[in-house]
């Protein structure tokens, strides 16, 4: 079959959706379907699109669209593009599928232009959400619920038996919460000072990061808390197999959370804000804690402190269990069903 798959979020950029997308093309691609992927183009980065076994288009012009459009067998939005809408409407004869995965149609907001052209056109496709809370916040009642997968040849767990602290990994921007783990983290350490889980290791970057620094600083934080920078592959790995917890702080809604899930795959215990994909990728493998509430995480962050041995390997094996309902295998089985069928 052919599918043409049109995204604005792809490799070489590092991000969730960047992550998901590069296993689903490559899942489909070895299962024998023809793979064209419509990606944006990053002159600042180097990359070599020539290594992978489906096809990429940089930057397509309308032509070039319309073109491909006509040659598929299935149209794939990821995220419903209005750039991209226009030979559905102008030939609609092919299926047409949309996948979503984020809690607006456009910026964090429903209400503006382009949100509520989005809305519209969401009528029409076969649409996939990528949790219960997307569905809900989209207002798609009959989208077919398929989670993200995580790189499971990657995130293992190497069986590490001296971990310890709290460890953070993703951009270091507002809505992720970065401040908000901080000044938890500061109650935690001045609560239980010799507590042998009282360090932090931030792993990530973004425009937060210099006041993320001057508030362990301003707190007296610099012996506890270790800012790493961007990891990738087993560098990253590597790094939390060093910890018992990952932190998820999202203060937003968060439409899933493959990075809780590559935390448990890792034997980490995943902490997580509630009432969204959070919640729901890490089922009651973990903990939740009320979003947005400082002294809520302060207090998970001491429960989970204090597990005993036998509480942590419950967890962990509960976790693995889990982990194993998002390969890419098994994902991919999901999605190609519905884009074949």
Known sequence: MKILINTVCFYPNIGGLETMNMLLCSGLAKRGHQVTVLAPSYPDKDYDDSAYPFRIIRQASSLTLFKEYLKCDVFFHRQISLKAVWPVMLWPFKKWVCSYHMCEFDNFDNGTIKGRLKMFFSKFPHNIAVSKKVAECLCLPNATIIPNAYNNQLFIDTKNKERSGFIYVGRLVSVKGILLLIDAFDQFVKQYPENKNAHLTIVGDGEEREEAERFVRRNNLGLRVRFKGMLKG???????????????????????????????????????????????????CGFTFKKGNVDDLYNKLSIVADLSCAEIVQLKRKAMDRCSEFTPEEVVNRYEKVLIG
């Open 234 to 284: 087993k560098e990253l790995v590597d790094e939390m197999n060093r910890h018992l917890c990952q932190v998820v702080p999202s203060i937003y809604n968060e439409a899933f959370g493959i990075v809780a899930l590559e935390a448990m795959a890792t034997g980490c215990i995943a902490l997580v804000s509630d009432g969204d994909g959070l919640q729901e990728a890490i089922g009651d």
